[in-house]
């Protein structure tokens, strides 16, 4: 379909194959066994299973940093391959489940954020780059005085939401948040979903959330897929699989769900005044 932004056609992820010394084959552990599923533009897609399912391993692949074994991603219509072009990459970003350690420590936050936004030539002047490294700190809730911080003076939902600003630097059209909150204390886990959701309507994002818990999916998402061992046992619209899940397994996953307060959503900040 036209609308789609990504389209995932049959895609397998092996791992673990090839030849002993002695020559003898080894089987390969199919993480993926072919999956398929596409977001549209603007959408906000979950995918949902246990641990091991294969979810960090679909996510991985969509962001270029798993190569497939089989399979195609198809992205505004083109292949999405694993090795990519600057524009691919700046057009898929991912917000990483460990805030601890995604973040550069030896690098003051502003610094990682300016030299992201000139590498990628986002900013032509360093003092360009720094005054947008500002900008993306107020969208998450940070301070101006963090620029000048390393990540290790901030606490994990502080960090979580600078891995959060470095992921929207580079105005991607899909973000890929896995798991983006089960390293963070539960009682700071509502306040990033929060950010999330709020940023995700308001920039337009499309957004690929992987998650394990319902509770999450149900406040943040549109449509759902979930996975078992490797691959899509159901999926559809968030609110018709968790009103009448067919498969045991999703029953059981929505059994599993936490008692997640209503997402409050912070108002975006004020954009600055145009010149
Ligand atoms: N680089 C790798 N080499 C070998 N096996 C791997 C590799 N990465 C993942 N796997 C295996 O693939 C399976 C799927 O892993 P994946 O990380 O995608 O699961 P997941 O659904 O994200 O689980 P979790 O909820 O624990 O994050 C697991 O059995 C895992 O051990
Ligand atoms: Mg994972």
Known sequence: MADQLL????????????????????VPFEALKGIDFSIAAGEAFAIVGESGAGKSTAARCVVGLQKSTRGEITFQGAPLGFHRDRDQRRAVQMVFQDPYSSLSPRMTVGGALAELLRVNKVCGTKEAARERAGELLEMVGMPPSALDQRPRAFSGGQRQRIGIARAIALEPALLVADEPVSALDVSIQAS?????????????LTMLFISHDLAVVRQLCDRVAVMCDGEIIEMGPVSEVLAAPREEFTKNLLAAATDLPDLEMEPLAAPPPKP
């Open 7 to 26: 389209e995932v056609k049959d895609l397998c992820v092996h791992f673990g194959g090839g030849r002993t010394l002695l020559g003898k084959k080894k």
């Open 192 to 204: 990033i979903l929060g950010l999330l959701k709020r940023l995700q309507r308001e920039l337009g």
